[in-house]
């Protein structure tokens, strides 16, 4: 800070300001997803935006601050506390710390931003907001066949179209299977060999590198284009013949990814397991009438690497967006979630089952910005009474709170200036309509509405009051009885 200039307005790195039309589009975007998630009998939950670390899963290091990704401080008593990172981890602390007063199967749903110490980028921030929700103390798929349900229902609700997105659904135990029977993971106590973690994003990246690369990845390792080598797992011959098998596990439908995966991993007691559990979720996912079009069996999809104990989803969506460099790709990945069954664990010491997922708000509010009529924004903007004779104040309240009790947003102009100035502001906001009415209005009992959205070039030059009325082809003079009809009919029209 400069004594002599002050501070320097500047935001902390990583962070961002969110624009009105952003937050407005957010507020619409997450009452539609809640709505679907209170239709699922989810309840809403709040927790605080800090923790203490260790209830976080973090280790307190042998340093000044923890690192792990996380924004941590000492607190008052000097324990190390820190923001949440996600809202799975404060769930898992909440359930057992009210243990004996949840009925369980405990359903809950949160929103709210969680905070990543991590290096920032394009589209890559430090703080962001996740739409949660989850369910513990059921083991069985059903509810994660529920959970796929919700996910999908969800992304309709928000609006994107039955056909633009897919949840694509698989199992960890399938997958540690085929890690088994490769001699990745040992049969005998579950343990995983030091280079599991590298097996695993081998084949996370299968979409990035192609299977040659993850064949490469999982033996000697592989050079990329730019000449950097990436070291590989290690594995031979027959082990990398085993996992390829797997990865190749597809079909034209849900029970033939079942069979082909079953004969990947038949060897395998938890593999076997874990493809059982994929053929009862299909059951589900069909008596509730969510065919191929919605959800499939994808053995690629990953997540979590140590973190999820079965069943895993991730919904993507399907339509082509334009990336920086102007090349056209899927928009991608916008939700995901999982089965696990160990974090409350941590606190309890015993198993207590747990299935959700998370809708990242911020990347489905991108594809949303894509998907919605570019000005769908400026429909929540409010009309704007403008107050052309200050002593006429009274009566321009009067049509403003008419316009607010028929539920529609109505601002009074309170500022300064005349109507020159009035009409930049209006500009300026991108309001949708103006409603005027000065003396001779008020005389004959009728007011008359500008819609902003459709005159918005011809008001550009105009001047003063008298040549705004003669502009007709974006105004309407209605009368006084009714203003809210003529301004609901007015939005319809901007709307279509």
């Known amino acids: 800070m400069n004594i002599e200039t002050g501070p320097i307005p500047r935001l902390p790195r990583g962070f961002r300001d969110i624009p009105p039309e952003d937050v407005l589009l957010r507020e619409r975007m997450i009452a539609s997803v809640c709505s679907v998630y209170r239709r699922y009998g989810f309840e809403p939950l709040e927790t605080p935006h800090i923790e203490y670390l260790d209830a976080l899963g973090k280790h307190l290091p042998d340093v000044d601050a923890p690192d792990g990704g996380v924004f941590a401080f000492r607190d008052d008593s000097a324990e190390w506390v820190a923001l949440r990172y996600d809202l799975t981890a404060p769930l898992a602390r909440y359930v057992a710390e009210h243990e004996k007063d949840i009925v369980f199967p405990y359903r809950r749903y949160q929103v709210g931003p969680v905070f990543r110490l991590e290096k920032p980028g394009p589209g ?213 979630g999982g089965r696990y069954d160990t974090l409350v664990e941590r606190f309890l010491g015993r198993k207590v089952p747990a299935t959700g997922a998370s ?75 103006a409603v005027i009415c000065g003396e001779d209005e008020l005389n004959s009992g009728t007011v008359s509405i500008k819609d902003l959205l459709l005159g918005r070039e011809l008001s550009k030059d105009i001047k003063d009051r008298a040549a705004w009325v003669d502009d007709r082809p974006a105004q309407i003079t209605a009368p006084r009885s009714e203003l809210v009809a003529t301004i609901k009919r007015m939005l319809s029209d901007n709307i279509k």
Do not use: W
Not at 378 to 386: C, H, I, K, M, R
């Open 124 to 336: 890559r921030f430090r703080e962001f907001y996740q739409c949660d929700f989850d369910t513990v103390g059921a083991g069985s798929p059903a509810a994660d066949a529920e959970a796929c349900c919700a996910l999908a229902d969800a992304l309709e609700a928000a609006g994107v179209e039955r056909g633009g997105y897919i949840v694509k659904i698989n199992n960890r135990k399938a997958l540690n299977g085929a890690l088994e029977a490769a001699g990745v993971v040992s049969a005998a106590d579950g343990s995983a060999s030091d280079n599991s973690l590298v097996v695993l994003r081998a084949i996370d990246k299968l979409d990035r590198v192609g299977m040659d690369g993850v064949i490469r990845l999982l033996g000697e390792g592989r050079k990329d284009e730019s000449g950097d080598f990436t070291k590989g797992a290690g594995l031979s011959n027959s082990q990398i013949d085993s996992i390829v098998k797997y990865l190749r596990a597809s079909g034209s439908g849900r029970t033939d990814v079942c069979d082909t995966l079953f004969e990947a991993v038949k060897d395998s007691e938890t593999g076997r397991e874990g493809v059982s559990e994929l053929r009862a979720i299909h059951d589900m996912l069909s008596a509730a009438g969510f065919g191929e079009d919605r959800a499939v069996f994808d053995p690629l999809i990953v997540r979590g690497l140590a973190y999820y104990t079965g069943p895993v989803f991730e919904a993507a969506l399907t339509f082509e967006t334009t990336d920086e460099r102007g090349e056209k790709k899927q928009f991608g990945s916008v939700a995901g």
């Open 359 to 433: 809708i990242g708000v911020d990347r489905l509010m991108s594809a949303l910005k894509q998907l919605l009529p570019p000005d769908a924004s400026a429909y929540s903007a409010p009309v704007l009474v403008t107050a052309m004779d200050p002593s006429l104040m009274p009566e321009y309240q009067k049509l403003v709170f008419e316009i607010r009790s028929a539920g529609i947003p109505a601002e009074l102009f309170t500022g300064s200036g005349g109507f020159r100035k009035q009409l930049k502001y209006a500009d300026r906001r991108n309001l949708p309509l």
